[in-house]
């Protein structure tokens, strides 16, 4: 190689791309002109683009994809059906409640309730569950005998009513 | 990037297949010719073409627009093809290790002699591109097939126009070398 060769030869590349500015172009192209080695280089560099594009183009214009979309289209497809457990959480996920995540929220009001429930319960529970026995009626006064169910004993009631149909208190 | 290509991006992210469909045509040639530059095989070429749509469709909800689109879809392109030959290498290396080296068929099939000595070169020519580390077998590719500037070089592989050039450069002079005795004209390689 010549030392007049050394900064053409590095711009060979450049030249070759399209890529160098108009000076460049113009020492590369004088240069050119008088070195055979460096127009051999070139040549050479040519040739290595044709064998390396060539078969690509051919095989590429060859080409009409015949049925590469269709595999992508069933690709897709057959990505995009859920296994059932995908399929349930993507229900769950639609629900308006658990996108907001009240759910949260709503579970630990549930286990307030559930937890508090007994003592509810203790406070508002109805009359023990009873079975009357006895029901006497007169002018002045009804009678009614009932057993009255709390826990393991059985209570015996007798209620007074002063007139029919006053059934608030019993005595 | 134009309006309309814009368009197709914003309905394929929304999950349009048809949209998909469209950009498909568009860039499918191009991805097919990176592919086959990197694996210099038909088939695999279409299976590297469908997967890299299939990858797309599923991350184009990614992409935002801070790169041209075409330079996304050619590095998917050239990574999914980069890829694919590695899992082929440990695939081929893993079955000859259970089954023994490769015996060639000793009657080579009959066809014309020109069409022999070029299927020859171009065995060669796909010898020594496997050869190339990837990143210079990407700016080979990215240049000598897609005729790509340094700059969109430079954006696709994410690197500067320096680093694109010293790629092209050492790739371009190995490539020589290992194909001397094969081109007409030698060069200083």
Known sequence: MKDSCSRPLKLLGKYLDGEATDQEKELVGNHLRECQ???AELNSMKELRTLIATPVEEAARQEDFPWVWQ?????????E????????????????FLRRRVWVPALAVALLVVAAAPFLL???SSPAAASVVVYVESQTNNVMVYESETGPETAVVIWLFEEPGDESSPT | MNQEEAELISRCQKGDQEALKEIFDRYREKVYRIAYGVVRHREDALDIVQEVFVKLYRSIGNYRGQSSFYTYVYRMAMNTAIDFTR??????ASSLDEEGAFQPPDVPEKRPEAILIDKELEEKVNGAMAKLPEDQRAAVIYREVEGLSYQEMAQTMGCSIGTVMSRLHYGRKRLQKLLKGYMKE????
Not at chain 1, 71 to 79: G, S, V
Not at chain 1, 87 to 96: F, H, M, T
Request: positive net charge; proline residues 5%.
């Open chain 1, 81 to 96: 059906k859920p296994s059932w457990l995908q399929s349930l959480r993507e229900r769950l996920s639609l629900s308006p």
């Open chain 1, 122 to 124: 203790k406070i508002t």
């Open chain 1, 37 to 39: 080695a460096c127009q």
């Open chain 2, 186 to 189: 030698g060069g200083r390689a």
């Open chain 1, 71 to 79: 595999k992508i289209e069933r690709q897709i497809r057959a990505q």
């Open chain 2, 87 to 92: 899992r082929r290498k440990k695939f081929t």
